[in-house]
């Protein structure tokens, strides 16, 4: 069965950086776009990064556009989130996605908490 699990969130000072990984299983990976979502507290999930199966083609909501930059590894099948210049409001749960065979999956999330 298809399994996301995201690590490396935590709590990190404004201006910060952190890496986000998934490791992906159950499916091919090397044949399917991903994409990391966030939640912040009363506000609806929201598309933050996307990349091509590849790795050729990346995409970012404007709001993370010159601090994040998405890439995968298609030998681990990992995908991961490098956060540099973090703001208070990018704290959220970072959640790790993939649609395969028209069902959306999502990882369990990870904590991300920008505060000083």
């Known amino acids: 069965q298809v399994q996301l699990v995201e690590s490396g969130g935590g709590l990190v000072q404004p201006g910060g950086s952190l890496r986000l990984s998934c490791a992906a299983s159950g499916f091919t990976f090397s044949t399917y776009g991903m994409r990391w979502y966030r939640q912040a507290p009363e506000k609806e999930r929201e598309l933050v990064a996307g990349?091509?199966?590849?790795?050729?083609?990346?995409d970012y909501a404007d709001s993370v556009k010159g601090r994040f930059t998405i890439s995968r590894d298609n030998a681990k099948n990992t995908v991961d989130l490098q956060m540099n210049s973090l703001k208070r409001e990018d704290t959220a749960v970072y959640y790790c996605n993939a649609d395969v065979a028209y069902v959306k999956y999502w990882g369990q999330g990870t904590q991300v908490t920008v505060s000083s």
């Open positions: 990349i091509s199966s590849t790795g050729s083609y990346t």
